[in-house]
């Protein structure tokens, strides 16, 4: 079955500098997975995986400000 075939969602994580990370998934645990196939250790122990919301694509343009 298609990965297509199930909703997947936006979500912004706090980090501990201030910035958010910008992650796509089923879940939030699904969006992190994602990322750590792409951050290293370090980039991924800089996330709050506790403190995240759930954006819709057309709201992601008030966002791109505080991504890091």
């Known amino acids: 079955m298609s990965s297509f075939s199930s909703p997947h969602y936006m979500y912004l994580f ?22 750590a ?7 991924l122990a800089q996330i709050n995986r ?10 992601l343009q008030q966002y791109v400000p505080e991504l890091g």
Do not use: C, F, H, V
């Open 37 to 43: 196939l792409r951050l290293s250790a370090a980039e």
């Open 14 to 35: 706090e980090m501990k500098n201030g910035k958010k990370k910008l992650a796509y998934g089923q879940s939030p645990e699904d969006a992190l997975n994602i990322l």
């Open 50 to 59: 506790e403190q995240y919301i759930k954006i819709k694509q057309r709201e």
